[in-house]
């Protein structure tokens, strides 16, 4: 059975050590304690959010507090390639929806990015609200799929700031359109940092499709049928991950 992961602060979780008890609290003690109703003798993780994580078997609940015996403590390994996905800004909640599959795939951070096409703007105190949204459903995410590991969520991006990450790794743009398909890609050994970009409903702008293959991005396509932006991403992590070995 999965045991259940909850992040506790990054400076005490690394200092606990295996025999050692850990008193879990806050908002994350709390959900445990009252909403998930964990009862001693149940087993479960605490994590940092930066892949530390302790194991261990709950020793008392209290009010809002959970205390973990410790019985294991290390870091999680590395993945070969961190997979980041750029998200343009969609309406509804599908940019959402990819954000949180893309999440529970083990992507290792998001980007939102305000496309040229994007009907959605995240303009003034949206932006600061939009970007806290989506810690908020990564973290929550993370805790679904049980990964030590919170995936960092990037200031908003526009397109010219989404073609410079070619200067800092691999990037590979998600077109209908293009030749070479991603099923047949290999990542370079090399590749510690790849970049998924996705576009919105409407599809990326002819002119930031030049400006990104400019820039030095890859153009790649799935299949035949075109995806929804909430499904394009997670599906192409999907491969990714397939072909790299990350599965």
């Known amino acids: ?10 400076d005490q979780v690394r200092s606990a050590e295996p025999g050692a008890d850990f008193v879990l609290g806050g908002d994350e003690g709390r959900h445990a304690a009252t909403v998930r109703r964990l009862v001693a003798g149940e087993r479960i993780d605490v994590s ?12 008392a609940v209290g009010t809002g507090t959970v205390e973990l015996r410790v019985e294991t403590a290390g870091q999680d390994p590395a993945p070969r390639h961190r997979l980041v996905l750029v998200q343009a800004l969609a ?12 999440t529970e795939l083990g992507v290792s951070g998001v980007v939102p990015w305000s496309a040229e096409r994007s009907v959605v703007r995240w303009e003034g105190p949206k ?6 949204r989506w810690r908020s459903i990564v973290r929550e995410a993370s805790k679904q799929s049980v990964r030590a590991t919170l995936p960092e969520v990037a200031p908003l991006a526009t397109s010219g700031d989404v073609a410079r990450l070619t200067e800092v790794g691999t990037v590979l743009v998600l077109e209908p359109t293009a030749e070479d398909r991603l099923a047949a890609l290999t990542l370079p050994a090399d590749a510690d940092r790849v970049y998924l970009v996705v576009g919105p409903e409407g599809g990326i702008a002819p002119g930031e499709l030049d400006r990104f293959r400019a820039a030095g991005a890859r153009l790649v396509r799935l299949g035949r049928e ?18 790299s070995g990350r599965w």
């Open 1 to 10: 059975m999965t045991r259940p992961l909850f992040f506790g602060p990054a």
């Open 48 to 59: 940092d959010g930066a892949g530390y994580r302790l194991g261990g078997v709950i020793a």
């Open 91 to 102: 309406k509804g909640d599908r940019d959402e929806l990819a954000v949180q599959a893309a």
């Open 127 to 132: 932006r600061a609200k939009g970007e806290e």
């Open 226 to 243: 075109v995806l929804r932006t909430s499904t394009a991403g997670p599906s192409a992590l999907a491969v990714l991950s397939a072909n």
